[in-house]
């Protein structure tokens, strides 16, 4: 019996956040790896070197991304990602192998490279072969197998840190290897999975991107009524686009509409580590230092938070395309507020390792596990869906790697920071993401509309149309004809 074609979509998707799996792997399996006494007692890497080892994969990263946006509508979705796979792996290897600190940042960038290109291009790739009434939690697949990852390679870290002797290089070895596996899955069976539709259209394939569709959608019925409408909607909006939008980066910045969707993109990607998720996961180690937890008990407990993300991500999944974008944003960043006023409480009344207050210091570490749950839920999700989803076929792949690229950068900065405001400003750190949680959720009240459910060809008489100001309008105002008989359609058969 064939798969239902929705079924058929997110099971593909699921395949293809294979990249986004790595992602998480690779951040979670270097903390592990830096921290072995092997690593350690080979390389006796200084403060600053074990800092380059990590930063430098988010700064290939960013090129990563920079370099995927043209590839993407160059070569295509699929062999995008087979090229981000491809370079992964030889940027693990390089990884497992390295006899010195020089083949380690080689390594690491050339694997942030892969990375950067993979989380920029899977989600577009995922949004584009999704029915809108799915197309929520199949990009928020990007955010699970990240989370996925992390939590692999959590409990990967701990097997290895603990099974293998100090003179052992197979402590930090083998997990640094293992990321290589799923990476070249990745690249040897990505060719097989359908292309997308809206890419094959763009670039005078209408003939297979007609077939695609009704692969995806209809069991390859080519003739079913919502594949000949979304098939004609996407020839009418590309041929629009060919003779009046975005032919290079220039108009993203120059059309009001495409620049409108671009600000958004860029600014929820800067939001969410303006959140304190990477601030916070920093500052939880020292936490579990100055308790006195051994490492090996620490990586238990990261593993602990590890699922709780997960399984705020799976929630996310099961609800985004019910609930929409716009208020779950909204609510999950006043909930991390909450949390970060809380813990910032805490540490100022019981500062870790001068009242030795146990108490305090595990509500500071239950603390930053609600933290994650919330962040997990919502903002980390969205970050992934909304860019995916709000761009037109011209502008999407350049309009994603810019937002892509805008995350890294963020992130790469509150890595730097975070260390030394700690030690300078203390819990006054977090004053930061109160604030920022707190006017993140104020800006997207107010400026970001709900694109739940609505077809990637109605988002450009969305963002032309509709009020800077949200708030006050009215979503059916903001619906071409041929949307709202489709919203009619499916309110009778109701």
């Given amino acids: 019996m064939a798969l239902p074609p929705k079924w058929y979509q997110f099971l593909v998707s699921v395949f293809a956040s294979l990249g986004s799996l790595l992602y998480g792997y690779d951040l979670g399996v270097i903390a592990e790896a830096i ?16 800092g380059a080892v990590v930063s430098v994969f988010t700064g290939g990263a960013f090129f990563g991304a920079a370099f995927a946006g043209p590839l993407g509508d160059i070569l295509g979705r699929k062999k995008t990602i087979l090229l981000g796979a491809l370079v992964f792996c030889l ?5 497992t192998g390295a006899r010195d600190l020089a083949y380690l940042y080689a390594g690491r960038a050339i694997a942030g490279l892969g990375v950067g290109g993979l989380v920029m291009i899977v989600p577009l790739y995922q949004a584009e072969l999704a029915h809108p009434s799915i197309r ?54 990505i060719l097989l999975f359908p292309e997308s539709p809206r890419w094959l259209i763009d670039h005078g394939r209408p003939d297979e991107g007609l077939r695609t569709l009704a692969q995806l959608h209809a069991h390859g019925n080519e003739n079913d009524a ?11 909006a590309i041929t629009f686009e060919h003779e009046h939008e975005a032919k290079s980066y220039t108009e993203l910045f120059t059309d009001r509409s495409c620049f409108r969707r671009l600000f958004l993109a860029c600014a929820l990607q800067a939001s969410v580590q303006m ?17 006195g937890i051994a490492g090996n008990d620490t990586l238990k407990y990261q593993a602990i938070s590890s699922v709780i993300a997960l399984i705020a991500q799976f929630l996310c999944i099961l609800f985004i395309d019910h609930t929409g974008r716009r208020w779950p944003l909204i609510f999950g960043n006043l909930g991390n507020m909450v949390t970060f006023i809380i813990a910032t409480i805490l540490l100022a009344k019981f500062p870790p390792g001068a009242t030795h207050n146990n108490g305090a210091s595990w509500g500071f570490i239950v603390i930053t596990w609600i933290y994650n749950f919330s962040f997990s839920a919502t903002c980390g999700p969205l970050s992934w869906i909304i860019p995916a989803e709000v761009f037109d076929t011209r502008t999407r792949s350049k309009g994603v790697s810019i937002a892509t690229m805008t995350s890294f950068a963020f992130n790469t900065m509150i890595g730097q920071v975070t260390k030394p405001a700690m030690t300078q400003v203390g819990y006054r750190y977090y004053f930061l993401f109160i604030i920022c949680n707190l006017t993140n959720a104020l800006f997207f009240w107010a400026v970001l509309p709900e694109t739940a459910k ?7 008489y969305l963002f032309t149309n509709a009020p800077l100001f949200v708030p006050t309008m009215k979503k059916e105002d903001y619906m071409t004809d041929d949307l709202l008989h489709r919203v009619e359609e499916v309110e009778r058969k109701q």
């Fill in 91 to 95: 940027g693990g290897g390089l990884q």
């Fill in 454 to 460: 609505r077809p990637l060809e109605e988002m450009n």
């Fill in 35 to 50: 921290a072995s006494p092997n690593f350690t007692n080979k390389f006796k890497a200084s403060d600053n070197e074990t």
């Fill in 275 to 291: 959140t304190g998720v990477s601030a916070i996961q920093y500052f939880s180690v020292t936490i579990y230092g100055q308790m």
């Fill in 136 to 189: 929520g939690r199949v990009t928020a697949l990007q955010q699970f197998m990240l989370g996925v990852g992390s939590l692999a390679a959590a409990w990967i870290s701990y097997g290895t840190y603990v099974g293998f002797a100090d003179d052992n290089s197979a402590q930090w070895r083998l997990s640094l290897g293992i990321q290589i596996i799923p990476a070249a899955i990745l690249a040897l069976l």
């Fill in 226 to 236: 919502w594949v000949r409408a979304e098939f004609e909607q996407i020839q009418e």
